[in-house]
């Protein structure tokens, strides 16, 4: 047998060769037929991480810092790693946590993941936790803090301003504003940190790594040649000044209102309060919507920014502008003079005026320095029946023209959201309001800042900016420069220059002549401030409510603008106190110790005791919790009756989709039979 | 001396060390792609297991050069006592076994443990060797076969009561031996009917089986009409062998499906023709439960993701994120296929393949130029036990064959399977280098 080929080692070696090639074949198959099992081996090995880089700070005008991020803890456990012998009442003490609480928290953990993952067992741990937990951390292998940034207010002012984040609902997705979010981001949900969210929130980073088959992951896939790179949010540097703001809501506190601080030359907000304020530090982390709720509930609506949603009648503040308009269009002249004799009787109902004096309102600048309300509601019937009008109703639309280019009746455009218009009537108004049947007469108190017109403090203060630069004004805005470039697209609006119709200068220095004598010989003599020379008016809102069914006069609003210095405006301001009083009283003093405190950076220690008795006073009103309850019931009546409809469309619906199945079903049934 | 130690260096084969060298070499490459991580300070980890088997591989190079110092004919000489001593051994370790996952094939002297399964492949090698190249054996008759059977199936019987099956099926590629050697060409036809008779059982329902054997049979009968006219021998045949696959197909596979094979083995054996396990062989159903999900389809999916992402080219080295996460259940062991298939593509798979099956056609080249039986027999058992380890092997990784706890020879991680490969390749490289003498 051994001699001589054998046939049998090649039946052998053909067998061999035969079941290569089947391995050889179905290897070429798999390997270059089946895309499908790349992509399952992707989809199980591939793990894409993203990284969020931290959002942009903000700083005020003078650098400091008002919002940025700190790193916070969370206490991660993976139980595969706890050892046996862990020291649980150890550990429980550097926590501070009962054993009970350890019990329950690492129960729900293991039913909720398998136990070689990592999961939360305490999220945001205290400061204390943190520090008690690093001494001893080495004890308790299994456990690791896992760092996290959050939002963090340096001080707890300008939170209505600078707004909040908040992870990003689904209804919010389905926006386009919103389309390159995904479930679980955070993004601005007010203030600026909504009006500025493009550049504050950067560019996340994606970081594809591989991972094991207990999800955990490891190396970077291919070297991380596909990842990309987070960018950090940009910087806001803001025209707001950290000190006066702070002062501001210092003297705001328990008063219901709002104050407005403009540079005129810029345009750039100085201090916007509303006040009751909160602390933004409340919204931020695990207890947002606790705190979030609570505020909501306030009756004072501290989440309520009334510096530019909050619509008021200006009272004797819109004085200087009927003056204004009424000089323009050359109804009267600097010199005209009223005989008012403590009221205006020229229409049908007598409207009263502070002075009886004669000589009064003997010329516009002391008509306007005496704020008398006969002067000022004869100038605007003046001008809205002036003779180069064809109508009133011509006349008010030109009026009506002015108001809207002071930015009067109309949004400013100011850099934070929700901002509200007010409003300044037309003959469109009135015809409906009077069934076409009015004259000047009917709509006299418009002339005094009464009546249907309503504006927000911000366009109040933007009002004094307009008179303060003789004519010309830019946008209000927070927000100087963005990442250290004052030229970005986004605050190119910023740097238009709005000029109003042409009104000469003259005109404009007969009105601040009479602003300034409203300061040194009028109603606001107690903002006078050493050294500069202020214009001013004051203002008394008359404001009505609604409670209980019963119209009541409440307490008036009590108002004051100003700017400073005359020669050269830095600051243009007002300030609305809802239901205060006089505005020479409580606004007034609160304007004048801003604009000293941003003027000469201190106040002076002879105006001591009038900081402090603005400081202490507590001026909200007894009516505010009934007026918030009978709102709140309105509302919650308003929405009970909208959802009804809502239920009512939608059970209509059902019930029509119900009856095209039906008809759909027994027309099949009939082709069936057929 | 020195002359002789020369003469027998030039006349190992050097083609047989280089493939062996190299196949041992992917494999440490392989087991190392799978566990080496970018984070690791250094490569050289005693811990890890790549390097084991590299110390695993130095240890049989010394006992490869032992075995080469050693005189041939001691190979023969001791055939029989050392078969015995493993039978002995194989014996001992049913009852004094390591429990390791159901099966008691391992044995542990301290620290150190082994597989006498995977060891006594050598011992029953040299022992049939040492049978067929006995002056008195004539294999021609009947009672030298069911001798020859015997040697090569007691091991397999002993491996089959320590619950490794796998590893009890090598056993069979012995028979591919005994073929060359002279059994009758008809056992090749009865193994591959029986094979497909398996496969129809469990493909076909049985009562649409019967009625295709009927026709079968008649069909065959009307063919050779003329010789069953004239003698009896075709009838008996005939008759003989329809009963025997109608038993066989209705009878005996659900028998064995029912009463011998576990749960797991029917799982792999259906999860490999892609078909449900049928309710009648489902031990573990209860009435109104869900079907659980089969657990080894997910070792073979696994395995087939590794595999089929590969592509032509291959991740590249390193870059398998399948194996390198250990997705795949086993994967430096028995899986370690998957390893070459996922980082080298096509190409590696093919490449290791090609080298797998010309190390096997040069040993049975080897076998074919001895003057002596024994080492020609040795031979052959060398070349089908690499044959079956491997075919087996990359077949179940690739979803050709269920999934049987076998190891890919050289590659896969293990000091048992990697030294009684090594000694296996050895002695042959020893025995061959002594061609010219006749060895009994």
Known sequence: ?674 | MTSLRKALFYRIDGVVLLLYVMLVTVGIMAVFSVEHHTTDVSIFMMNKNYMKQFVWFGYSLLFGFVILLTDSKFFSSFAFLIYTIAIAVLVITIFAGVDVKGSRSWLGIGSFRFQPGEVAKIFTSMALAKYLSLPETNFKTLKDKLIAAAIAMAPAILILLQKETGLALVYFCFFLVMYREGLPNAILVIGFSLIGLVLASLLIERKTLFVVLTVLAILIGWLIRIPLRRRMAPRIILTVSFLFAVLFSQVAVPFVFKHVLQRHQIDRIYSTLGKEVPDEYDKTMVVGEDKKINSSEYNVLQSKIAIGSGGFWGKGFLNGTSTKNQFVPEQHTDFIFCAIGEQFGFIGSAGLVLLYISLILRIVFIAERQRSVFTRVYSYCVACILFFHFAVNISMTIGLMPVIGITLPFLSYGGSSLMSFSILIFILVRLDADRQALIR
Not at chain 1, 283 to 307: I, M
């Open chain 1, 1 to 674: 047998m051994s001699t001589g080929a054998n046939p049998r080692q090649y039946v052998i070696s053909i067998i061999f060769i035969g079941v290569a090639s089947v391995i050889l074949l179905r290897l070429f198959f798999l390997q270059n037929f089946e895309p499908k099992y790349k992509i399952l081996a992707n989809d199980i090995a591939i793990y894409k991480k993203v990284v969020y880089p931290p959002r942009g700070a903000v700083l005020d005008r003078k650098g400091k810092v008002l919002l940025s991020n700190t790193v916070i803890y969370d206490l991660m456990v993976t139980p595969r790693n706890i050892p046996k012998n862990l020291d649980t009442a150890q550990f429980c003490a550097a926590l501070d946590i009962d054993k009970k609480t350890f019990i329950n928290i690492m129960r729900r953990v293991q039913e909720r993941n398998i136990d070689v993952r990592q999961s939360p067992f305490i999220e945001q741990m205290s400061q204390e936790q943190a520090a008690r937990f690093q001494e001893n951390g080495y004890l308790f292998t299994g456990f690791e803090p896992v760092e996290r940034n959050i939002r963090a207010y340096e001080k707890p002012i300008a939170g209505i301003l600078l707004g909040y984040i908040g992870e990003v609902s689904p209804e919010m997705l389905k926006r386009p504003r919103y389309s390159s979010y995904r479930q679980g981001d955070y993004a601005g949900l007010s203030g600026l940190e909504w009006q500025y969210e493009e550049v504050l929130r950067g560019q996340r980073g994606v970081h594809y790594l591989e991972r094991d088959k207990f999800n955990r992951p490891r190396d970077p896939y291919k070297g991380g040649i596909l990842d990309s790179q987070e960018v950090s949010g940009k910087q806001l540097e803001l025209y707001l000044d950290a000190d006066l703001q702070e002062y501001a809501e210092k003297l705001m506190a328990n008063k219901i209102g709002s104050v407005v601080a403009i540079d005129p030359q810029t345009g750039g907000i100085l201090a916007m309060v509303s006040s009751p304020t909160y602390d933004p530090n409340l919204l931020r982390g695990h207890d947002r919507a606790k705190n979030y709720a609570a505020l909501y509930r306030k009756p004072t609506r501290p989440l309520f920014n009334r510096a530019t949603q909050a619509m008021y009648p200006p009272g004797s503040t819109i004085k200087p502008f009927t003056g204004l308009v009424a000089l323009n269009v050359g109804a009267i002249g600097p010199n005209y003079g009223y005989g008012c004799r403590g009221s205006y009787g020229a229409c049908s109902r007598a409207i009263a005026c502070e002075h009886k004096d004669a000589g009064h309102a003997a010329n516009f600048r002391l008509a306007l320095a005496h704020s008398c309300n006969s002067y000022f509601c004869h100038i605007f019937r003046m001008t809205v029946d002036f003779k180069n009008f064809n109508s009133v109703k011509e006349g008010l639309q030109s009026w009506h023209d002015y108001y809207n280019n002071f930015s009067f009746g109309k949004l400013t455009g100011i850099d934070i959201p929700f901002e509200k218009g007010g409003a300044v009537p037309d003959s469109n108004k009135y015809n409906s309001m009077y069934h076409f049947n009015w004259n000047s007469c009917t709509i006299v108190f418009v002339g005094m800042g009464q009546g249907e017109l309503l504006l927000t403090p911000l366009q109040m203060a933007n009002g004094m900016c307009i008179i303060a630069n003789k004519g010309w004004y830019y946008t209000p805005h927070f927000v100087k420069s963005i990442g250290k470039n004052p030229n970005d697209s986004l605050l190119k609006k910023f740097h238009d220059k709005h000029v109003v119709l042409n009104i000469p200068d003259s005109t404009f220095s007969v009105v601040q002549q009479a602003m300034q004598d409203v300061v040194e010989s009028g109603t606001a003599a107690g903002a006078k401030i050493e050294g500069i020379t202020v214009c001013a008016k004051t203002g008394t809102a008359e404001n009505k409510a609604i409670v209980n069914g019963e119209v009541i006069k409440m307490q008036n609003h009590s108002m004051f603008v100003a700017f400073a210095p005359r020669e050269n405006p830095k600051i243009a301001i007002a300030v609305a106190l809802e239901n205060a009083g006089f505005g020479a009283t409580w606004a007034a003093p609160i304007a004048s110790l801003m604009m000293e405190k941003y003027l000469k950076d201190s106040v002076s220690v002879k105006r001591k005791a009038m900081e402090d008795k603005m400081l202490n006073a507590n001026l909200i009103n007894k009516y505010v919790f009934t007026i918030d309850s009978v709102l709140r019931l309105r509302d919650a009546a308003k929405y009970q009756a909208r959802q009804e409809r809502k239920w009512e469309a939608d059970s209509i619906k059902r019930a029509e989709d119900l009856a095209m199945y039906r008809y759909w079903f027994e027309s099949q049934l009939k082709k069936i039979k057929k």
